[in-house]
């Protein structure tokens, strides 16, 4: 159970196109989605929270107007990179948490490169 | 105060070996500590977590160690196989709307046969 499917798992677009990853939550509902960056051999760094039917909660230095996120049912929320330049080259992982106290469940990732 | 330190960076131990990974914390109002294992390319899993108000948690080889008062807790690894060989992340989070967790630095974790 608590399978989190990320898609696509691998994406290389030219420099200023905009790119959309999705984040299904597959066996479960899901009130809280988080947004991830992870470079090479770094830790995970939290983007921004978002919960179904609001808009999402930005960390600090994350422009929310680079990193669109949208949350709009209990199953899916989307991460858009808008214009994306090769600096926003990373892995971008996403979780899903169900109502309560339950734990964050991982997707596999989007490796993104931007040429 | 939000960060959990990790250590050690890297960790290399023999098939059968115990592996032992430290972290450490500041923030008193933490109370959910999770460990997750990442392998290349994939997405972090959970292992194994623990609240503060048990001092250690065992799921099969893994044990959570959970020392409240010095605000540290490790990951012991039995029997280490090839299979572990995979980078570790320890976490932190506080009961409240989102649940964020903090991660620490994580740890490669290399086994050899």
């Known amino acids: 159970g608590a399978v989190v499917s990320q898609h696509p798992s691998w994406v290389i677009c030219k420099s200023g196109t905009s790119v959309k990853i999705e984040c299904r939550s597959l066996?479960?509902?899901?009130?809280?989605m988080f947004w991830y960056r992870q470079f090479p051999k770094q830790s995970l760094m939290l983007m921004a929270t978002?919960?179904?039917?609001?808009?999402?909660?930005?960390e600090q230095g994350v422009e929310k107007d680079k990193f669109l996120i949208n949350h709009a049912s209990l199953t899916l929320s989307t991460l858009t990179v808008t214009s994306a330049h090769p600096e926003d080259s990373s892995f971008y992982i996403c979780?899903?948490?169900?109502?309560?106290?339950?734990?964050?469940?991982f997707g596999d990732g989007t490796r993104l490169s931007i040429l | 105060q939000q960060q959990v330190k990790q250590s050690p960076q890297s960790l290399i131990v023999q098939k059968g070996g115990i592996s032992i990974i430290n972290c450490a914390y500041e923030?008193?109002?933490?109370?959910?500590f999770p460990w997750y294992q990442q392998f290349p390319g994939k997405g972090p899993a959970l292992l194994i977590a623990?609240?503060?108000?048990?001092s250690e948690k065992k799921e099969g080889r893994f044990t959570i160690s959970f020392n409240k008062s010095a605000k540290q807790f490790s990951l012991h690894i039995m029997d280490s196989q090839p299979g572990d060989s995979a980078t570790y992340f320890c976490a932190a989070s506080m009961r409240g709307a989102t649940n964020k967790l903090i991660f620490g630095t994580g740890t490669l974790l290399a086994v050899q046969p």
């Open positions: 923030n008193t109002a933490f109370d959910y």
């Open positions: 623990i609240r503060p108000d048990v």
């Open positions: 978002s919960n179904e039917g609001s808009k999402a909660t930005y």
């Open positions: 066996d479960f509902q899901a009130t809280t």
């Open positions: 979780s899903a948490r169900p109502g309560g106290d339950g734990p964050q469940h």
